[in-house]
């Protein structure tokens, strides 16, 4: 499993700040994963997954915009 943080660029979050855990991004094989979770990355920057453990954090000096 992942041990270190996954740096994300604000381009690789969807339209609502999040990413979905398993994710391309850290490697992972997801057909030997776990169930898909999402997590909300643009709120505070960062968001962990409950399953395994790995950490999703935006790079510095990226930003989310919150256009409604």
Known sequence: ???QAIELKASDLNAQGG???PNKLAD????NSHPKVYL???HSG???CPYCGTVYRLKAGE???HGH
């Open 1 to 3: 499993m992942t041990t």
């Open 19 to 21: 990413v979905f855990c």
């Open 28 to 31: 992972m094989k997801l057909w």
């Open 40 to 42: 909300d990355v643009g």
């Open 46 to 48: 960062e968001a962990k």
């Open 63 to 65: 930003t989310v915009s």
